[in-house]
């Protein structure tokens, strides 16, 4: 029994070991296969255009139950007259995006590409999608915990949070990071740049530290004072105050089960997100602090913050432009205008964390230009 366990305990390092090793692989060359991946997306996205063109079922933005629609700008729109533009863009992305893979040289034709690819990743990534995203960060977990213990109450499974409408938004999304980072990519080697961190051989480092410090300040105040519209209004209807609704509607929401618990803890975990927003202009941020003992004093690994607030970035602008074009969520106020501050909030966070990347990177392993990265210096760690 012993020599089967050491096994398997060897096979799951190996697998592990693999497993780490592809990551890293995708990782370091992801200037070059995202152009390919954002081009097999656009050209299965646009054939699906084409087969909802000529009247194939599952058109993800076709009208259905309200309890099933999303809140996307093309939800309720008509497979006859979206589809086919669906299916001319996706096979010109997928032309595009083959001709980004090729040799860049400045000129006009690189500019439109360019613009058509940044075009595309805005597009796909912040004005398609709804708030599906936003809500898949912050219920993660339940979602993970659904999925093999059941969803409660009278849903049938996790494909009633998750179903089709919501998914190809989630699809969407996910393609259009794929445009984003093969533009970015793009454009970098048209100005003769390194593909992986944009900076010319000769061509200076850019804003001082100083600079991006104070640029991240500013950002990081907007980013902590936007959200609190939404955080003040489902406290106090948590504690009972009708803030910006009528009697009637608290009322309502206080007779459904769990609906402001739900809100409760949104407006917790965004004044939470507040406090670790503060941490890109903070020298913890940078350096882990005392009373993180058995990290003290060592350096904060800058993905560990990057990753997860451009995360949290990227999916709380959609959240926040759905409510232009969503009408019927418009009630009294605090229903809706909290959550158009959302779009400056991932504006903000976006910024702040733009500028902590930049101050914390350092030489770059694949062109050798830049400096080491200079971290604040830490207070000496407490003695066991």
């Known amino acids: 029994m012993s020599g089967s366990g050491s096994r398997t305990a060897a096979a799951r390092t190996a697998m592990d070991t693999v497993w780490s090793s592809v990551t890293w692989a995708c990782w370091r060359h992801w200037p070059t296969w995202t152009g390919y991946a954002a081009g097999a997306f656009s050209?299965?996205?646009?054939?699906?255009?084409?087969?909802?063109?000529?009247?194939?079922?599952?058109?993800?933005?076709?009208?259905?139950?309200?309890?099933?629609?999303?809140?996307?700008?093309?939800?309720?729109?008509?497979?006859?007259?979206?589809?086919?533009?669906?299916?001319?863009?996706?096979?010109?992305?997928?032309?595009?995006?083959?001709?980004?893979?090729?040799?860049?040289?400045?000129?006009?034709?690189?500019?439109?590409?360019?613009?058509?690819?940044?075009?595309?990743?805005?597009?796909?990534?912040?004005?398609?999608?709804?708030?599906?995203?936003?809500?898949?960060?912050?219920?993660?977990?339940?979602?993970?915990?659904?999925?093999?213990?059941?969803?409660?109450?009278?849903?049938?499974?996790?494909?009633?949070?998750?179903?089709?409408?919501?998914?190809?938004?989630?699809?969407?999304?996910?393609?259009?990071?794929?445009?984003?980072?093969?533009?970015?990519?793009?454009?970098?080697?048209?100005?003769?740049?390194?593909?992986?961190?944009?900076?010319?051989?000769?061509?200076?480092?850019?804003?001082?530290?100083?600079?991006?410090?104070?640029?991240?300040?500013?950002?990081v105040l907007v980013a902590c004072l936007a959200p609190l519209p939404y955080e003040v209004t489902r406290i106090a209807w948590y504690l009972g105050f009708p803030l910006g609704v009528s009697d009637d509607f608290l009322r309502m929401v206080q007779g459904t089960p769990g609906m402001l618990e739900v809100g409760l803890g949104c407006a917790v975990a965004s004044a939470v997100g507040g406090v670790l927003t503060h941490g890109l202009v903070a020298r913890w941020g940078e350096v882990y602090p005392r009373w993180m003992w058995f990290r003290a004093g060592r350096r904060v690994p800058p993905a560990l913050a990057v990753v997860p607030a451009s995360i949290v970035a990227l999916t709380i602008i959609p959240a926040g432009l759905m409510l232009l074009w969503t009408t019927e969520a418009r009630g009294t106020w605090a229903l809706w205008v909290p959550s158009l501050f959302w779009p400056v909030w991932g504006v903000g966070l976006g910024v702040a964390t733009i500028a902590y990347h930049r101050r914390r990177r350092g030489v770059c392993h694949h062109c050798g230009e830049g400096h080491p990265a200079v971290t604040r210096a830490a207070a000496p760690a407490p003695r066991a």
Do not use: K
């Not at 255009?49 to 629609?69: E, I, M, N, Q, S």
């Not at 497979?79 to 083959?98: D, K, N, R, S, T």
């Open 43 to 219: 050209l299965l996205y646009g054939a699906l255009g084409l087969y909802w063109t000529a009247g194939g079922d599952g058109f993800p933005f076709a009208p259905v139950d309200p309890a099933r629609a999303s809140g996307s700008i093309l939800e309720g729109s008509r497979a006859e007259v979206v589809a086919p533009i669906i299916a001319v863009l996706g096979l010109i992305g997928a032309v595009v995006a083959w001709v980004m893979t090729r040799r860049a040289r400045p000129g006009r034709l690189p500019t439109a590409l360019v613009v058509f690819g940044w075009a595309a990743a805005v597009g796909l990534t912040l004005v398609v999608p709804d708030y599906t995203l936003i809500v898949l960060v912050a219920f993660a977990p339940l979602l993970v915990a659904f999925a093999f213990l059941g969803v409660p109450g009278e849903q049938g499974g996790i494909g009633d949070i998750l179903y089709w409408h919501r998914t190809n938004l989630i699809i969407v999304f996910l393609g259009g990071l794929l445009w984003a980072a093969a533009t970015l990519a793009y454009q970098r080697r048209v100005r003769g740049a390194c593909a992986h961190c944009g900076r010319r051989h000769g061509g200076g480092h850019g804003p001082t530290r100083q600079t991006l410090l104070r640029w991240g300040r500013w950002a």
